[in-house]
């Protein structure tokens, strides 16, 4: 006998088992479809009295996804995840979940709500949620504790992360593990061992065992809070810890209301909208057009030009990801401390325990080092990251020119020289890309993928699959002075250099970015990094300059003292006997005092609020020059660069995302305020003023259909 309920979900009696088979690609997500589908399924098993017991299990590669994402903020739709998840708990006959796959979010409270639980070796579990901006809702936070503990389901909610059959069967989310991956199989033994041994329906509401030991359940719940409450910025998960403590004090239905009540009311936070926009806009980044277009080149070894930091950095990112390393230095020296920078990284695992003497054995197999250039000649990419100057670049790459194999990509780690003139200097500019890295290059997210005009499709797609390979976020930029990360940057750096000449002090200019979700504010970055970069810079374009745009000197006397910072034991702040967190400088305040007098400025103060609106405004126009240039393929491109290369927090979704939250005709028009002052500086972007007189937003001009 053989029924179908919706096309999402099919179902197929057998031998007595209602085999209910979720199908909804691609990844099984719990949209309203599937919901009405389930729901049908547990009414017509309830009433086949053929039916003796139920199993629920995915199509394709997941079990379930979790909630539909792109349902949320739109009007909703009957039945609810919790109803369905009620309903398959309730249901009179047993119910067995078999997982393979992701079986996340929603898709574990479905498991959860089943009354057993089987799982292949593939099974990946998690209540992700809280980095959605949400809680489980769906019975999660009252079905997980009763299953696990409350310890257990707060790791689980309050990290989001995914754990594997193994340890789900260690802490008692499921019953068993299957041996092998035939999901469906494995699921119909399952039930039919069920059925065998005379097990009845066992509802997650009616256990107790998981939470008997009120005290311990206590003390781990104040501890979340505790844990929770030491992070600055999100939502949801003080609102998870409620409801664990809900599970442990209320009957379960209660809990179930106040679930809702805490789900609702992250549903309609902004940082929910912000999370899910970034959720969403880290997997349209991934769809440039040379990946449509074109298939990867092959990648197996690699070349770095540069053992410094950055070099450094690279070669561990690419030893990491499995890849082959030959690392090109100028003398047997430079290589040298090119090799020991590597293996300091993995000495310092060694230190954390995090990687054994052998494992760093087995990464440095994979390294060899060079000072001739010949030993490049297999490899399949080779990055630069070698001096900033046109003349230095120019005779990197005619090296290149000469030794590499054909079809070798030829990557340039400039950070915002012309990959243009770099790629005209060699016979094939097809294969020159720019591939910007960011320091410490082993950890941090963010890859630009820098596109020539003349690179070829194919090399721009094996720079994404680089990107993958070593699990960063590849962001496509054109090529222009900073591309996107750098030139916004450069800009909101301007902007703050001028409120702190004009009357803030860089300690409340710091506040007001941290206050916003910065881990750190632009004064302390520049600390950290070290004064002596941007000097250089400044100094190299000094001539190149506009002469009509306002210069700050400020941080130029602070390096005229050596006063870099933290290296140095001081900067815009005092590092006392190598401290790490600096303390506000009085002889700063008095620099920048100075500075005011002889620029001829009568300081004024700034709210906190002033402050961040001037900050955001200029970070934003500048995202949308880079928009309208061609420089960012979309405004979710620049909020992807913002959220992973520098710090933006990732909750408010990205510049461009929170311009479109306050609304553009604001941000306009503060920036016409401001360029009463300085129209120079404050020149709005066309966009901005055009999507402003279309009463559009920039999700607009974002590809995809998502909702957020
Ligand atoms: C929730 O469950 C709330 C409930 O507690 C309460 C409700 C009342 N919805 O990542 P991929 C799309 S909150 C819609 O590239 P992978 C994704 O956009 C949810 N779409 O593949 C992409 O689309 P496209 C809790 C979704 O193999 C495609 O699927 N769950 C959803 O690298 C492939 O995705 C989560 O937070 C979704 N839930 O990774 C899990 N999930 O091809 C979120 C994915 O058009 N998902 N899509 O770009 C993930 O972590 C990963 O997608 C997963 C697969 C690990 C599943």
């Known amino acids: 006998m053989s029924q179908t309920a919706t096309p999402a979900v099919h179902v197929n009696v057998h031998n007595h088992i209602a085999l209910v088979l979720i199908d909804n690609p691609p990844v099984n997500a719990l949209g309203v479809a599937v919901r009405q589908g389930l729901q049908h399924a547990i009414a017509q098993a309830e009433a086949n009295e053929q039916v003796h017991a139920v199993l629920i299990l995915g199509q394709g590669k997941a079990f379930i ?56 070796a593939s099974a990946k579990l998690g209540l992700p949620e809280v980095q959605l901006g949400l809680l489980p809702g769906a019975g999660g936070t009252q079905r997980a504790p009763r299953l696990v503990g409350a310890q257990a389901a707060l790791d689980l909610m309050l990290s989001g992360r995914h754990i594997g059959a193994q340890e789900a069967l260690r802490m008692g989310l499921i019953d068993h593990i299957a041996t092998s991956d035939y999901v469906e199989t494995e699921g119909l033994a ?30 781990a719940i104040d501890a979340a809070r505790t844990e929770v409450r030491k992070k600055r910025g999100l939502f949801s998960p003080d ?35 912000g999370l899910i926009h970034a959720f969403f806009a880290e997997r349209e980044v991934l769809k440039a057009p040379e990946t449509k277009a074109a298939k990867p080149r092959a990648l197996n070894s690699v070349g770095v030009i540069g053992g410094g930091t ?43 325990g995090r990687m054994s003497s052998q494992g760093k054995a087995i990464v440095m197999s994979r390294y060899v080092g060079a000072t001739d250039y010949a030993a490049l000649s297999q490899a399949d990419l080779v990055v630069e990251a070698v001096f900033e100057d046109m003349a230095v670049k120019h005779a990197v790459f005619a090296q290149l020119d000469k030794v590499c194999k054909p079809g070798a990509v030829l990557a340039t780690n400039t950070s915002y020289l012309d990959i243009n003139e770099i790629a005209a200097g060699v016979f094939r500019p097809q294969d020159v890309i720019g591939l910007h890295f960011f320091s410490p290059a082993n950890i941090m997210k963010l890859l630009e993928i820098v596109v020539p005009a003349k690179v070829s499709a194919d090399v721009v797609a094996t720079g994404f699959e680089l990107a993958k390979r070593l699990k960063k976020v590849p ?9 996107i990360g750098n030139r916004i940057l450069a800009t909101y750096r301007t902007a703050a250099d001028y409120m702190m000449e004009d009357g803030a002090s860089p300690y409340e200019i710091d506040q007001m970015a941290r206050a ?63 401290a790490r967190t600096g303390t506000p400088d009085p002889e700063v305040l008095a620099i920048v005092d ?52 520098y710090g933006f927090p990732r909750y408010r979704g990205g510049p461009m995302k929170y311009a479109d939250m306050v609304g553009l005709p604001t941000i306009l028009a503060d920036i016409r305020a401001f360029a009463e002052e300085d129209p120079l500086f404050w020149q709005p972007a066309a966009l901005l003023v055009r999507l402003v007189a279309e009463g559009r937003d920039f999700e607009s001009l974002n590809k995809g259909d998502h909702h957020a």
């Open 475 to 483: 962001v496509r930029a054109g090529v222009c002075d900073g591309f």
């Open 239 to 273: 609102k998870i810890v409620d409801c664990v403590q809900a599970a442990l004090d209320l009957p379960f239905d209660e809990g179930l209301r106040t679930e809702r009540t805490q789900f609702e009311q992250c549903l309609a936070s902004p940082q929910r909208a």
């Open 190 to 219: 399952y039930v039919r061992h069920v059925l065998a041994e005379g097990a009845q329906v066992r509802r997650t509401r009616d256990q107790t065992e998981a939470l008997a030991d009120k005290g311990a359940q206590r003390v």
């Open 65 to 120: 996804a979790g909630a539909d994402i792109r349902e949320f903020g739109l009007p909703p739709q009957a039945p609810s995840l919790p109803d369905v998840c009620n309903a398959i708990e309730a249901c009179s006959k047993p119910v067995v979940a078999a997982i393979h796959g992701p079986a996340l979010g929603g898709g574990l409270e479905v498991a959860m709500s089943a009354h057993y639980r089987v799982a292949t």
């Open 310 to 352: 950055m070099g450094a950095g690279i070669a561990v990112a690419m030893l990491d990801a499995g890849l082959h390393v030959t690392m090109i230095e100028r003398d047997d020296q430079a290589l040298a401390q090119g090799r020991a920078r590597v293996e300091k990284v993995y000495d310092g695992l060694i230190a954390k």
């Open 516 to 578: 916003f979700g910065y881990p750190m504010g632009p004064y302390e970055v520049s600390d950290l990094a070290g004064g002596d970069i941007g000097w250089a810079t400044r100094k190299r374009r000094a001539a190149t300059r506009d002469p009509r745009a306002r210069y700050v000197h400020i941080a130029d006397q602070l390096c005229e003292r050596g006063w870099f910072g933290q290296k140095t034991g001081r900067g815009y702040y005092l590092y006392a006997n190598g």
């Open 594 to 645: 100075a500075e005011r007098v002889k620029a001829g400025i009568k300081p004024h103060t700034f709210t906190p609020e002033e402050l961040q609106r001037r900050y955001l405004a200029a970070m934003v126009n500048e995202g949308a020059k880079v928009v309208e240039e061609g420089i960012a393929l979309r405004p979710l491109d620049v909020d992807v660069t913002l959220v992973h290369g």
